[in-house]
Structures are given as structure tokens and as C-alpha cells.
């Protein structure tokens, strides 16, 4: 009986080691990225304050690009290029896995196409929420709208994106 109660210790020792290891990773081998933010602050009951970010790379505009399936369970990558600044946008989008590009992906939900425009709306999971300590939420926020700032985010080799932090103007 007692082996029995160490064995299943330690596997959920090791489920648990596990778990942190591979969301620790993203901030170990990722590279990092800063993007412009474009928030609004909402409350969570249970976690505390926490603020929304929208990032400029989330609606995308491209002349003569159109991407099949939007809504598909299939991923999009956005290339990124970073500025002087080490500041991120994207020079393009793709279906496919982009191979030694800086990219990110995320999930297609909207497009619209406007002549030779096409526009985009990307969902990026992990990086649309920032917890933060209660009573805080509301006046980042108010920073943020009223002089900017951008996310500092990992990019796994992935594709995948955990934050960092967020940079005040």
C-alpha cells in the first residue's frame, strides 16, 4: 500500500514538474518580441484585476493576399519584422509553417476583402489576458489608453507566445 501511495506521488510530482517545464520553456528558448498594445480592462471574480490587449498585429491588412478557411481549426502565421525599435508588425501571413522566419500564430476568425485589399482578424492565445494584483487593473488601463505601451512576449520555436511584461510609455 505504501509503494503504491509513493508511486502516485510521484507521478503527479512529475505531471506537475512537467506542466511548469513546458510553460517555462517559452521563456527560455523563446524569442523574445515587443508588441504594441490596444487595451481594455475587465475584472475576473476569481483571479482579480487583469487588462485585455488587442495588439496592432491582430487586425492585418494585405494588398492581393487572401488566406483560404477562415474559422478552420488549421493555425495562420503572421511573420513578423522588428523595427529599429525591436518593435514587431507583420509583413505577412501565411497557412503554412514558415520556415527561419520570426512568426507567431494564431487563429483566423474574420476577413473582409475590399477591392484589392484584404483584411484580417487573428486571435493569439496566451497573450489577449495580463493577471495582475487587485486594484491595479483599472489604472494600467487608464496608462495605457492614454499614452501606449507595448508587450514584451516569447515566441516558442512553435509559434506559441506566453508575456513577459508589459512597457509603459
Known amino acids: 500500500m505504501k509503494k503504491t501511495v509513493y508511486i502516485i506521488a510521484a507521478v503527479w510530482t512529475l505531471i506537475t514538474f512537467g506542466i511548469f517545464v513546458y510553460n517555462e ?64 508588425s507583420a509583413v505577412d501571413i501565411t497557412d503554412q509553417k514558415p520556415e527561419n522566419e520570426l512568426y507567431i500564430k494564431g487563429n483566423l476568425y474574420s476577413m473582409r476583402q475590399h477591392k484589392e485589399k484584404t483584411a484580417y482578424r487573428i486571435h493569439y492565445a496566451n497573450i489577449d489576458r495580463f493577471y495582475m494584483k487587485e486594484g491595479t487593473g483599472k489604472k494600467l488601463e487608464k496608462d495605457l489608453q492614454k499614452n501606449g505601451g507595448y508587450v514584451k512576449v516569447f515566441i516558442s520555436s512553435g509559434g506559441n507566445a506566453r508575456i513577459k511584461e508589459i512597457i509603459q510609455k
Open 25 to 88: 520553456m517559452h521563456f527560455i528558448k523563446g524569442k523574445e518580441v515587443i508588441l504594441k498594445v490596444v487595451p481594455y480592462d475587465p475584472r475576473d471574480f476569481l483571479r482579480g484585476d487583469y487588462v485585455t490587449l488587442n495588439y496592432e498585429i491582430n487586425n492585418i491588412e494585405f494588398h492581393g493576399k487572401k488566406i483560404p478557411k477562415v474559422n478552420s481549426e488549421k493555425p495562420v502565421y503572421v511573420i513578423l519584422e522588428k523595427d529599429s525599435k525591436g518593435v514587431a
